[in-house]
């Protein structure tokens, strides 16, 4: 259920319309600022379908007919307009108007609009919509949505109240990903590696990355054991994959940045093979920071390297003189 994400990634949004629907204290005017992939937009339904669940505790039941309907923009009392790339037009707003005069049509008797990126909102548009709000019998409640508070109309953020969404951390990342059903090492991996939950999904798939990981482990298990091996393993490895060759050394860089990373951190990973990975580097002499100085140097001349093979080779050379 959407609820109990809302709880752990953003606590404080959760509480306050929690404590609202309890009371019943609802304000007429929602404006939710926060970055891309907070959950802005899926809050925004959970708050609609808390207005109209018939099984509702505070929050939404988010199972029956009438949520369902709701989460699928089907529900007769809501609009939802959603203009990502142009201005909202006064036409849209107008269409809303134009049902919004007329009592609301389902049961629970209750009209909602959800505008998505508000900050495109023409000033004649947000006039004609606070109208609704404003009206003292009015049954409206009205959500504006936006990344980008300061381009939002001081009209719509004076009438509002503002919830402020959280940056997401790692730690919601990795639960994101675990959720998902993506594997902990993967999960752990992607968390460090993207700076929006939207990327989560789309890198766990990614074929460079995951052959990233394969290459690294085997990689990290030979260099510990026989050095002159695991550096025959890599430029083999790398050199048999010629497909998205530059994304595979990308990624098995980063990959290995962040090991060490961990190792340093002292990091105790869920994951069995990274763990023992990180095991193997505390029980093993290296030389950790000039290791990270060389890889630090690659992943920075990688954009500009002709060759990735080449790129690899350097590597190798400069990891055989620590
Ligand atoms: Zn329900």
Known sequence: MFKEVLETSQPIVYQTLKNALESEHLSHC???????????????FLLAQSLICENRTAFACEKCNSCRRMK???????????????????????NLQHRFE??????????IF???NCE???????????????????NTTGIFITTQVDGVLPTIVSRSQTLN????NKDDFFNYALEKNI???????????????????????????????????????????????????????????????????????????????????????????????LTLAKNNDFNYS???????DSRTSLNKAANGLLLIDQLIYKLLEV
């Open 72 to 94: 699928e923009n089907n529900y007769v009392d809501l609009i939802y307009i959603d203009e990502d790339d142009k201005n909202i037009k006064v036409e849209l707003i107008e």
């Open 183 to 277: 594997d902990p090492l993967s999960a752990h991996l992607i968390s460090n590696l993207i700076s929006r939950e939207v990327d989560i999904i789309p890198l766990s798939k990614n074929r460079s990355f995951n052959k990233a990981i394969e290459i690294f482990c085997q990689f990290i298990q030979r260099y510990f054991d026989n050095r002159t091996e695991s550096y025959f393993y890599l430029q083999n490895s790398i050199a048999a994959n010629k497909r998205n060759q530059r994304d595979i050394i990308r990624f098995f860089l980063d990959i290995s940045l962040l090991f060490i990373q961990d190792y340093l951190n002292g990091f105790e990973s869920e994951d069995k093979t990274y763990s023992d990975l």
């Open 102 to 111: 007329k009592t609301a049509l389902e049961k629970a008797g209750k009209k």
């Open 165 to 168: 969404f959280k940056p997401l």
């Open 30 to 44: 929602y404006l939710f600022v926060g970055d891309k992939g907070t959950h802005k937009l899926e809050t925004s």
């Open 290 to 296: 000039q290791v990270m100085k060389a890889f630090i």
């Open 114 to 116: 959800i505008i998505n």
């Open 120 to 138: 495109r909102l023409t000033i004649k548009a947000a006039n004609s919509l606070l109208k609704f709000i404003e009206e003292p019998a009015g």
